[in-house]
């Protein structure tokens, strides 16, 4: 028998009322949701929401602001002001740092570091910051093409985080979020191209972006799909560390992360590093094609940081390894070959943590030693980098000088 007039129009008032229910606790409850930041794109996979704020809760409660630009920095104008050299950071979210106020971020700190120097004077210094969380070399590569060249940088800075970078440069070994959603560059007849694929995911579609961003504009209104996206977050997550752990396995090692700190042992490896390196000269001559100066930072890992000597020694010693800078000083060789000033940050802050017994990495005694660095990592990791490029501009005008006589 079908249903009467009477049953339908109760079932339709049901499921009005179940949503505006839920909608009604939600908001008495006071639960607070992650931040909806990231947006689709077909350029690049994804990116910062321009104008996008709210709360991040992961490691660190903090505010978030982006710029209208899409990046998480305070607004910096295309045209470069007078007497000014500007510095472009490409990273992911060792870089983008939500986890820390952006003026603690150490591209922030950096500014300040070189203004109070004043070793660029008189020239006055700004420092901006382009990094996205879950960015492969790849995609910074991208970003510095379709981007950063708006600004008219003089110096361009690849941050660059070893124990996720190198693997993140790999299809077959990206655990990020989204791992097909990126692009990657894969060697065709020696050649390194673009593999451009990632734009049919369902996900890039225009119909699935349009939608996606008005989801966005009415979710900051409906703390119903607050949650609703907050688990599928949750689950994207879930399934990436699941993921990343298989990956791990078939590597031979605990954790994806630990195959950097000796010479690659498998093909995959192998195969990370040579598009890496690969990535790293078209960068270069990227950013030679435009007058400007390109330099790469290895930023410090988690286990290099940790202040007891005795666990970094257990990790070592776990994974049959002399130390743990195999990977810092492979790149730093190789920017050596290649004409590519290179920043180790590792040396510098492992010594800082372990002569003053502080973590680096962490927020509280629940999460100290891992997750994001801290303000304590920043700052250190800026003042690195300040001295490296003062040094650099000391030299420079060193050269300019006995030229000119």
């Known amino acids: 028998m079908p249903p009467t007039k009477k049953e339908v129009v109760l079932a339709v008032l049901v499921l009005i009322a179940f949503p505006a229910i839920a909608e009604v606790a939600l908001r008495v409850a006071h639960l607070q949701f992650e931040a909806q930041l990231y947006t689709p794109d077909r350029a690049i996979g994804w990116k910062l929401r321009a104008g996008a704020s709210g709360v ?14 899409g990046f998480r920095d305070r607004e910096h104008t295309f045209d470069k002001p007078t007497n000014t050299l500007r510095i472009a950071v490409l990273g992911n979210s060792w870089t983008e740092a939500l986890q820390v106020p952006l003026e603690k971020t150490y591209p922030a700190v950096l500014e300040q570091k070189l203004l109070e120097s004043a070793c660029f004077a008189p020239k006055r210094v700004e420092v901006l910051n382009f990094g996205v969380a879950g960015y492969s070399t790849a995609q910074e590569l991208i970003t510095l093409q379709q981007e950063v060249w708006h600004y008219h940088p003089d110096i361009i800075l690849l ?8 693997a993140n440069n790999l299809r ?6 989204n791992p097909e959603q990126s692009p990657y560059f894969v060697f065709r007849q020696k050649e390194l191209v673009m ?7 369902p996900a890039l579609e225009e119909r699935q972006m349009l939608f996606q961003n008005i989801r966005y504009r009415v979710s900051g209104r409906l703390h119903l799909l607050l949650a609703i996206s907050a688990m599928q977050r949750f689950g994207r997550i879930r399934l990436a560390m699941l993921q990343a752990r298989a990956k791990a396995e ?14 690659p042992s498998d093909a995959t490896m ?6 890496t390196e690969g990535l790293f000269l078209l960068l270069r001559d990227e950013v030679k094609s435009h007058g400007a100066e390109f330099r790469i930072v290895t930023l410090a890992t988690r286990p290099q940081v940790l202040p007891d000597p005795a666990k970094r020694l257990e990790i070592t010693r776990k994974l049959g390894v002399a130390d743990l800078f195999y990977a810092d000083n492979r790149i ?6 290649e004409g590519i000033p290179v920043t180790n940050l590792a040396p510098a802050l492992a010594e800082y943590a372990g002569a003053h017994q502080v973590y680096l990495n962490g927020f509280n005694g629940a999460n100290f030693g891992t997750g994001h660095w801290n303000e304590n990592g920043h700052r250190l990791a800026a003042e690195v980098i300040a001295h490296d490029l003062c040094e650099s501009a000391t030299r420079g005008a060193s050269r300019a ?5």
């Not at 991040?56 to 630009?69: A, C, L, M, R, Y």
């Not at 077959?172 to 979020?177: C, G, H, I, R, T």
């Open 56 to 69: 991040v809760t992961s490691e660190n409660k903090q505010f978030v602001q982006i710029n209208s630009h």
């Open 159 to 166: 941050a660059f985080y070893p124990a996720r970078d190198i």
């Open 172 to 177: 077959e070994l990206n655990n990020a979020v």
């Open 195 to 201: 593999d451009d694929s990632f734009r049919r995911q």
């Open 250 to 263: 078939k590597s031979g090692v605990d954790n994806l992360e630990y195959t950097i700190y000796a010479p």
């Open 270 to 275: 192998h195969s990370a590093w040579k598009v």
């Open 332 to 337: 730093r060789d190789f920017g050596e070959r």
């Open 401 to 405: 000088v006995a030229a000119a006589e």
